[in-house]
C-alpha cells in the first residue's frame, strides 16, 4: 500500500516539479517516474538479437550488443518524441538485455567491471579489490526520505562492499568492514526487491552501497525478471570499465553520480584510488550525454582549490545539462578521528565561509543547483 505521509516530511518533493530546469533536465526520468513512458530496461527487453547470448563468444557478444544498443537509440528516440509506443514492438526471445547480462557473468570471470580491472574468476569465488566473490549482498532496502527533492522517496537498495577506501567513509560499516553484513540475493530476488519498493511507493531504484559496481552482474540480470516499470538510478563513484559503463548506458534513466576530487593526488591519499580523475569524468561526462542526471559533490574541508573548484569548473564546461549538489554535509567519520595527524586537513566539519565560498564559485560558473525549490 502507498502511505503518502513523507509529503510532509518533503513537501519540496512534490513542488521541485514547478521548477521548470528541474523538469526540462530530469524529462526522461519525470514520465518514467510517472509511468508516462517506459524505463529504459524495457525498451532493452524489446531490442532483438538473433542468436541466444549464452551460445555466442565474448566477441560475438560485444558485436551484438553494440548492433542492438543502435538500435536501442533509434527506437528510444522515437518513444521518446511520442512518435512510438512500446506497445508497438513485439518481445522477441533473445533480447539486448540478455545479452548485457550475459556479457555482465562473462566479465566477472576475469572480472573488469571497474578500473581496478582486477582479472580474478569471481564465479569461481576469487575475490579482488572489493574483496566480493559473485554473491550479490544486500545491506538494507527501504524508502529513503533523505535524498534529492525529485528523487524522494528513493527505493534505495544498499549493497555490501566498495572498490574505494575512503578514509572519510560515512558508510564504512557497509563498504568497508567484512564480513559485510547483509543477506546475499540472487537476481529474481533482487527484482522481487525492487518490486516491492516501486508498490510502496518509490518514484526509483536506487542502486548504491557501498558502490552498486562490482553487483552489475546481479543488477542487469535481475531486471529480466523485473516487470514493473521502475526507473533506475545508478549512484555511484563512477570508477566503472568502459564495458561496464557500456552494459549501464542503455538500462538506467537518471545517474547519480559522486564527483570527490578534482585531482589524482587527492584521490589517492584519501580514497585509495589511482588514475581517478581521467576515469571517473569520462565516465560521468557519458552519463550526462546519455541521459538525465544529478552531479553530487561533496565539499571537504581545505579542499576548495585542490577539489572544489577543478570540479565545478569542469561541471560547467563538460555537462551543461546536469543539476548539481554541492554538498556541505561533511564530517570527519571512520579512519579520521583515529589518525587526526594523517588527515589533519579533513579532521574538522566545513567551516560556514568554505561553504559559501562552494556555492559562490558555483553561482558564477552558472551551475544550476539541485534541489531548486
Ligand atoms: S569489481 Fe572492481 S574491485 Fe571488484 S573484483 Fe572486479 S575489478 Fe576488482
Redesign the pocket.
Known sequence: MITLTWIYLRPDAISVWENSEVRDRLSWYYRVMRDLAPARFIICKHIPVEQDPSSLSVEELWKQHDKAAEEFWKIYREIDSGEMKLEELEKPKWSLLDVKAELAKRI?ES??????????N?LKGE????R?SSETIVDSWFLHYGEEAPLVPSGTIFYGSC?FRCVFCQNYMISQVKPFDGIVVDEKQLALMQEELRRKGARNINHVGGEP??HLHTIISSMKHLDENTPQLWNSNMYC?VEAMKLLLEVIDIWLPDLKYGNNNCASRLSGIKGYWEIASRNIKMAHDHGDIIIRHLVLPNHLECCTRPILEWISKNCPRSLVNVMEQYRPMYLVPRYPDKYKDIARPLKADEIKEAYKIAEELGIVFEPVS
Open positions: 566477472i572480472c573488469r567491471l571497474c578500473e581496478h580491472r582486477c582479472g580474478v569471481r575475490r579482488g579489490f572489493c566480493l572498490n559496481t562490482p570499465s
